[in-house]
């Protein structure tokens, strides 16, 4: 049973997760610690394959919701930006409320919201819904991380982490061909109630199981007004991406609101953060010239990467003519060699300076996105899968020792603040990037269509050919019109990936702004 502590707001540090006494004097052993691992990895692996599970689906989801395709990328940004959210606060809810309870709480909210995902009837309530989905998500991640370490004996702890690591990183593989097999065999809501029992079994078993780690609780201050800052300018700056290519950008007054909104509450909440005692954000991380580079490369590398996945199936189901199962196993054979590589990375990043690691890494992943740039229309599957394959040697090599670097780079007592605040911007990039590339496919498809159409069949011959051939004249246009149609999508979409390439080259550049690191930082605070 907890206990609960009175203190001075005015007499606290930044709040940070209270660690149970005693963490490694009682760890369950044999059956138990089998079990409540499996539980612990099952939790962390339904929050994070919510990421992916409907980058397949945008386009049944958007059509069975009479939505456009670019509406429907709703359903992941949202996801993203409300997990981002949470993430921060984290640390303070745990201390406040018990790592058990909110763990456990959050499970089952996350169980209960994804339901309700998948009886939603509108882009609207949908959107709604994920965004507490996401909300309710968010402390899940950490919080597993944190309960296995917990559990584990202190010589397993190794063992833990990497339960951990390999269902964080098996998950967004898992996401798209899940997705796609429930979408095709049975229907889009599935893709959600997937997660009801797996939630409702964990949260059960779980309290049963974990309830002796519950940690001490203190009536901590939360940061209010941080906190609604940043609710706000992140909001503001997510609608405003979103509903921009829908209304002309800055041609619509409410862009022009939502912009004026982003800039001064982002600017506010700078200003705030930087002076408050207790920040929900601690930003005085960036001081050090290793995180701030690290944050840097992530946010780059990161965005151009989820950018590329969720584009990939977006291309693959409405203009190659693949189903949401197909599009996800082609999106998901970069996961393949990330499994097999990334216990080999994480040996290797510590006796190799991280620097080096992280800089192959995503020169590899921007080699493998530059050669996706030159994609033609008649491509087999082979030819759009195997730079996807190889592609996935760079993630581990990207992930793993960025984190340490980045860790590394801030003081041990402020190695919680900046996991926190790295993985904020991770998201935040992520989602951003997802609207951005959206918004230039649509953009840069009636740029080229326009031009196409300028230079194609200007005398005719084409047409003429056609219905020489007994095609009506209708018929034979429309074919035409398809064709440049088809040619527009395959050229944005290389633009796309040229520009992802761009990301990745800057973000190898990044990386070596980071001064050589000192010391090996504890990475069990990373989420």
């Known amino acids: 049973m907890s206990s609960t502590v009175s203190a001075d707001a005015g007499s606290l540090p930044a709040p940070k997760p209270v660690p149970a006494p005693g963490l490694f004097d009682a760890p369950l052993t044999g059956g138990k610690l089998v079990g409540a691992g499996i539980l612990l990895a099952a939790a962390n692996f339904i929050a994070v394959l919510d990421t992916t599970i409907a980058n397949v689906s945008v386009s049944t989801i958007a059509g069975s919701l009479g939505a456009s395709t670019s509406q429907g990328t709703y359903v992941i940004t949202s996801y993203a930006v409300a997990e981002a959210i949470t993430v921060p606060l984290t640390?303070?809810?745990?201390?406040?409320?018990?790592?058990?309870?909110?763990?456990?709480?959050?499970?089952?909210?996350?169980?209960?919201?994804?339901?309700?995902?998948?009886?939603?009837?509108?882009?609207?309530?949908?959107i709604a819904f994920r965004v507490l989905q996401g909300l309710a998500g968010g402390p899940l991640m950490p919080l597993s991380q944190t309960l296995l370490l917990r559990i584990f004996p202190k010589e397993k702890a190794p063992a833990a982490i990497g339960l951990w690591a390999m269902t964080t990183l098996v998950a967004p593989i898992a996401g798209p061909i899940l997705g796609g097999v429930l979408c095709d065999q049975y229907s889009w809501p599935y893709i959600f109630w997937i997660n009801v029992p797996v939630a409702l079994v964990c949260g059960y078993i779980g309290w049963?199981?974990?309830?002796?780690?519950?940690?001490?609780?203190a009536k901590l201050p939360i940061d209010r007004i941080g906190l609604i800052l940043m609710v706000v300018w992140v909001a503001a700056l997510q609608f405003m991406l979103d509903e921009g290519k829908e209304k002309d950008w800055f041609a619509s007054t409410e862009i022009v609101l939502l912009a004026v909104v982003a800039v001064v509450f982002f600017i506010a909440f700078l200003i705030w953060e930087l002076t408050e005692k207790n920040p929900i954000v601690d930003l005085r991380v960036f001081r050090h010239r290793g995180f701030t580079?690290?944050?840097t490369t992530i946010c780059l590398a990161f965005g151009a990467f989820f950018g590329s996945v969720v584009l990939t199936p977006l291309w693959l189901q409405g203009y190659m003519g693949y189903t949401a199962t197909w599009s996800g196993c082609v999106s998901a054979l970069t996961g393949i060699l990330a499994v097999?590589?990334?216990?080999?990375?994480?040996?290797?990043?510590?006796?190799?300076?991280?620097?080096?690691l992280v800089c192959i890494g995503v020169v590899w992943l921007g080699t493998m996105t530059f050669v996706r740039a030159f994609n033609t229309t008649d491509m087999s599957m082979f030819q759009i899968g195997w730079p996807l394959f190889l592609q996935g040697i760079g993630l581990p090599l990207f992930f793993v020792p960025l984190t340490g670097l980045a860790l590394?780079?801030?003081?041990?007592?402020?190695t919680a603040s900046a996991a926190g605040l790295m993985?904020?911007?991770?998201?935040?990039?992520?989602?951003?990037?997802?609207?951005?590339?959206?918004?230039?496919?649509?953009?840069?498809?009636?740029?080229?269509?326009?031009?196409?159409?300028?230079?194609?069949?200007?005398m005719g011959d084409a047409v003429n050919t056609l219905t020489a051939s007994g095609m009506p004249a209708d018929q034979a246009t429309a074919s035409l019109a398809q064709t440049v149609q088809n040619q527009a999508i395959?050229?944005?979409?290389?633009?796309?990936?040229?520009?992802?390439?761009?990301?990745?080259?800057l973000a190898a550049m990044a990386v070596w702004l980071a001064p050589k690191p000192t010391r090996v930082a504890d990475t069990s605070a990373a989420h």
């Open 340 to 356: 097999m590589t990334a216990p080999m990375v994480a040996k290797m990043s510590t006796t190799v300076d991280a620097r080096k």
């Open 293 to 295: 580079a690290s944050v």
């Open 490 to 505: 395959m050229l944005a979409t290389n633009h796309i990936f040229m520009m992802a390439a761009i990301s990745f080259s």
């Open 91 to 126: 640390g303070w809810l745990a201390n406040r409320f018990g790592t058990v309870r909110v763990f456990i709480l959050s499970m089952v909210m996350f169980g209960l919201f994804s339901a309700l995902c998948g009886l939603a009837n509108s882009l609207g309530m949908l």
């Open 408 to 414: 590394s780079s801030v003081n041990p007592e402020e």
């Open 423 to 458: 993985s904020f911007c991770r998201t935040m990039s992520g989602a951003i990037a997802t609207s951005i590339v959206n918004t230039s496919w649509e953009n840069d498809a009636t740029y080229f269509h326009a031009e196409l159409s300028g230079l194609v069949d200007r």
């Open 208 to 217: 049963r199981m974990l309830k002796r780690y519950e940690t001490t609780t």
